[in-house]
């Protein structure tokens, strides 16, 4: 049976940056120098394990290795990493991770400098508490200046950056120093072991072989394999299967003490049963109160899924419920569209939470889908005094029952080279957005806008990245949900409305919006025998139109000579039967009319 590890020799720490600053390349070298996986198994980005992570170079979710270090002053240390991701979208899992851990390596890329998301994640940890470890990456590279970046982390920051590590995590250079830094700069973990347990629940995963893995944080107390435990949230009782700690592979260890992460099997048949941040202690002699838990994530975007083919609704289901299990962010509901067919409504944390799932579903369960146009929570307020959140522009209800509609808007941070400003401030105003803030980090300016949500949730991060060629960085934080005129805008195609196209938009905006879609609607809707009206409309009152002409046999043309009238009275008939057809016949708008009018262009 392993001892149980020493509190002053364990070190819990989560390494933070803005996407593409070295984070997995650095959680690579420290499991490579302290050989705990072995050099035939190691590749690169050992800590992403999806293919869509590997192959999009991201880190979606956060990942934990434990790694032992023999350091200078002879002790073995337990070193429990957390790789975080660093994109907005995911920053709920960085913000549950760092309350698991005490220290942070905060990376910053030593020629890029300070960005949008190095201070979201900074934040992250400074609300947590942590001590911070500044390290500069790549300091290898040509374009690197370590002075100006460090100035830069003690000025944007306000950091102490005069002790930070300067390293090549891609060479390996500095790597030892990191490892030591850890050990002698950052805290080790506070926990009594003869207390009651009081374990935080930090993760949980679906596995088909173990069922629900659980990830655990240990405050106080013990936990060994065979102890009853209970979820204090939800009152569950388990038995515990088995304990493990992730080397990155699950190793069986007996029992966990203080201070230390370690995963648990029990039995558990859903995801949904284990809620993160729930407290986890006996089910006899437990703790009396629980930890404070973290806040459940908030989707923000909502989406309709639809299969292509009608038939793959029962495996899209199925693909939903599985994805579920793994994924607590992301919600569902049954939806029925006119033009779609059944589907399912999905709540997201963002647009590229979207594009992973959807991405997934279509990679991991080879479904082939449609993506109805993104929009936000809406909240309406009635007249009669009751309060109603519209997730889909579709459900508004009459706009005469209405009082008033309030939208979320955001707190947005852009960091961006001096050159690019005016684009980005643009860019901005012609998306509603407030100034809130404007400040300069040597040549970057720092902008902060108040923006609406539902004009950031389209096009708004491949804009910013066009206007700026790709060098500004973007961060937001959801602010409040404030009152605006805003109107549902219907899109009519032969007088029918296509639910799939309608979308709430700001009044001043609605003809500008309304034209480009009935415009965009008439190239990509194929001609039929008779003329289609193509409308887009608020409420009765019709703000733009375009027809699509219909497709003519010549029917005069047997005729040579003779009487005018002749050509009147085929021509006459055969308007006649255009009318005739045109009451009776349906239109059929293409898969990708759908998926191209959604795409919607500047």
């Given at each position: 049976m392993r001892p149980m590890t020493q509190l002053d020799q364990i070190r819990n720490f989560s390494i933070v940056a803005h996407i593409d600053h070295g984070k997995s390349t650095l959680a690579d070298r420290l499991i490579q120098l302290t050989g705990t996986v072995a050099a035939r198994d190691m590749k690169a980005q050992m800590l992403d394990s999806m293919d869509i992570e590997r192959e999009r170079g991201i880190t979606i979710k956060a990942n934990t290795v434990r790694i032992e270090y023999p350091a200078k002053d002879g002790k073995t240390y337990v070193l429990n990493l957390i790789d975080t991701p660093g994109h907005v979208d995911f920053a709920y899992e960085v913000s549950r991770s760092m309350r698991a851990v005490e220290g942070s390596l905060l990376v910053v890329d030593a020629s890029q400098g300070v960005e949008a998301q190095t201070l979201a994640n900074v934040y992250h940890a400074l609300d947590a508490g942590h001590e911070i470890v500044p390290v500069l990456n790549k300091?290898?590279?040509?374009?690197?200046?370590?002075?100006?970046?460090?100035?830069?982390?003690?000025?944007?920051?306000?950091?102490?950056?005069?002790?930070?590590?300067?390293?090549?995590?891609k060479s390996g250079l500095g790597i030892s120093e990191v490892l030591e830094a850890i050990v002698t700069r950052l805290p080790a973990p506070k926990g009594d072991a003869n207390a009651p347990l009081k374990a935080m629940l930090v993760d949980s995963w679906y596995d088909s072989y173990l069922g629900v893995v659980v990830m655990v944080r240990i405050m106080d107390g013990t936990i060994k394999k065979g102890d009853r435990i209970r979820m204090m949230q939800t009152n569950a009782v388990y038995g515990i299967d088995r304990l493990?700690?992730?080397?990155?592979?699950?190793?069986?260890?007996?029992?966990?003490?203080?201070?230390?992460?370690?995963?648990?099997?029990?039995?558990?048949?859903q995801v949904r049963d284990t809620r993160v941040g729930d407290t986890i202690t006996h089910e006899r002699k437990g703790c009396e109160t629980p930890l404070p838990g973290f806040k459940p994530a908030q989707p923000v975007v909502f989406c309709g899924l639809f299969p292509v083919d009608a038939n793959e609704f029962e495996p899209l289901r199925d693909a939903i419920e599985k994805l579920a299990l793994n994924d607590a962010s992301f919600s569902t509901e049954m939806e029925?569209?006119?033009?779609?067919?059944?589907?399912?409504?999905?709540?997201?944390?963002?647009?590229?939470?979207?594009?992973?799932?959807?991405?997934?579903?279509?990679?991991?369960?080879?479904?082939?889908?449609?993506?109805?146009?993104?929009?936000?929570?809406?909240?309406?307020?009635?007249?009669d005094g009751t309060v109603v959140d519209l997730h889909n522009p579709a459900d508004m209800p009459d706009l005469t029952l209405v009082d008033h509609i309030e939208e979320p808007r955001i707190k947005a941070t852009i960091m961006v080279?001096?050159?690019?400003l005016g684009d980005v401030l643009k860019l901005c105003q012609d998306r509603r957005g407030i100034q809130l803030d404007l400040s300069y980090a040597g040549s970057r300016a720092m902008v902060v806008y108040d923006l609406p949500l539902n004009e950031v949730v389209?096009?708004?991060?491949?804009r910013l990245k066009s206007v700026t060629k790709g060098y500004a960085s973007f961060d937001y934080v959801i602010a409040e949900y404030r009152e605006d005129f805003l109107v549902k805008m219907s899109i009519l195609v032969n007088e029918e409305p296509v639910d799939a196209l309608s979308m709430m938009v700001h009044r001043d905006r609605a003809d500008l919006r309304g034209r480009a879609m009935v415009e965009k609607l008439k190239d990509l809707i194929p001609r039929h025998m008779f003329k289609i009206p193509i409308q887009a409309a608020i409420g009765s009152r019709?703000?733009?139109?375009?027809?699509?002409s219909a497709m003519r046999k010549d029917v005069t043309a047997k005729c040579y000579g003779g009487d005018a009238s002749r050509k009147r009275k085929l021509l006459d008939k055969q308007k006649a039967g255009k009318k005739k057809m045109r009451q009776f016949g349906?239109?059929?708008?293409?898969?990708?009319?759908?998926?191209?009018?959604?795409k919607m262009d500047s």
């Amino acid at each position: 049976m392993r001892p149980m590890t020493q509190l002053d020799q364990i070190r819990n720490f989560s390494i933070v940056a803005h996407i593409d600053h070295g984070k997995s390349t650095l959680a690579d070298r420290l499991i490579q120098l302290t050989g705990t996986v072995a050099a035939r198994d190691m590749k690169a980005q050992m800590l992403d394990s999806m293919d869509i992570e590997r192959e999009r170079g991201i880190t979606i979710k956060a990942n934990t290795v434990r790694i032992e270090y023999p350091a200078k002053d002879g002790k073995t240390y337990v070193l429990n990493l957390i790789d975080t991701p660093g994109h907005v979208d995911f920053a709920y899992e960085v913000s549950r991770s760092m309350r698991a851990v005490e220290g942070s390596l905060l990376v910053v890329d030593a020629s890029q400098g300070v960005e949008a998301q190095t201070l979201a994640n900074v934040y992250h940890a400074l609300d947590a508490g942590h001590e911070i470890v500044p390290v500069l990456n790549k300091v290898d590279l040509p374009a690197a200046e370590p002075e100006r970046v460090r100035q830069q982390i003690e000025d944007v920051i306000g950091l102490d950056a005069s002790e930070a590590l300067l390293i090549s995590a891609k060479s390996g250079l500095g790597i030892s120093e990191v490892l030591e830094a850890i050990v002698t700069r950052l805290p080790a973990p506070k926990g009594d072991a003869n207390a009651p347990l009081k374990a935080m629940l930090v993760d949980s995963w679906y596995d088909s072989y173990l069922g629900v893995v659980v990830m655990v944080r240990i405050m106080d107390g013990t936990i060994k394999k065979g102890d009853r435990i209970r979820m204090m949230q939800t009152n569950a009782v388990y038995g515990i299967d088995r304990l493990a700690v992730l080397t990155p592979q699950m190793t069986e260890i007996s029992t966990l003490g203080p201070g230390e992460i370690g995963v648990l099997t029990a039995s558990i048949k859903q995801v949904r049963d284990t809620r993160v941040g729930d407290t986890i202690t006996h089910e006899r002699k437990g703790c009396e109160t629980p930890l404070p838990g973290f806040k459940p994530a908030q989707p923000v975007v909502f989406c309709g899924l639809f299969p292509v083919d009608a038939n793959e609704f029962e495996p899209l289901r199925d693909a939903i419920e599985k994805l579920a299990l793994n994924d607590a962010s992301f919600s569902t509901e049954m939806e029925t569209s006119a033009a779609l067919g059944f589907g399912f409504r999905c709540g997201f944390l963002g647009l590229l939470h979207l594009e992973v799932i959807r991405d997934r579903l279509e990679r991991e369960y080879d479904i082939d889908l449609i993506t109805t146009a993104p929009s936000v929570v809406y909240h309406l307020f009635m007249k009669d005094g009751t309060v109603v959140d519209l997730h889909n522009p579709a459900d508004m209800p009459d706009l005469t029952l209405v009082d008033h509609i309030e939208e979320p808007r955001i707190k947005a941070t852009i960091m961006v080279p001096d050159e690019y400003l005016g684009d980005v401030l643009k860019l901005c105003q012609d998306r509603r957005g407030i100034q809130l803030d404007l400040s300069y980090a040597g040549s970057r300016a720092m902008v902060v806008y108040d923006l609406p949500l539902n004009e950031v949730v389209f096009d708004f991060y491949d804009r910013l990245k066009s206007v700026t060629k790709g060098y500004a960085s973007f961060d937001y934080v959801i602010a409040e949900y404030r009152e605006d005129f805003l109107v549902k805008m219907s899109i009519l195609v032969n007088e029918e409305p296509v639910d799939a196209l309608s979308m709430m938009v700001h009044r001043d905006r609605a003809d500008l919006r309304g034209r480009a879609m009935v415009e965009k609607l008439k190239d990509l809707i194929p001609r039929h025998m008779f003329k289609i009206p193509i409308q887009a409309a608020i409420g009765s009152r019709v703000i733009a139109r375009e027809t699509l002409s219909a497709m003519r046999k010549d029917v005069t043309a047997k005729c040579y000579g003779g009487d005018a009238s002749r050509k009147r009275k085929l021509l006459d008939k055969q308007k006649a039967g255009k009318k005739k057809m045109r009451q009776f016949g349906k239109v059929e708008i293409p898969q990708q009319a759908f998926i191209s009018a959604l795409k919607m262009d500047s």
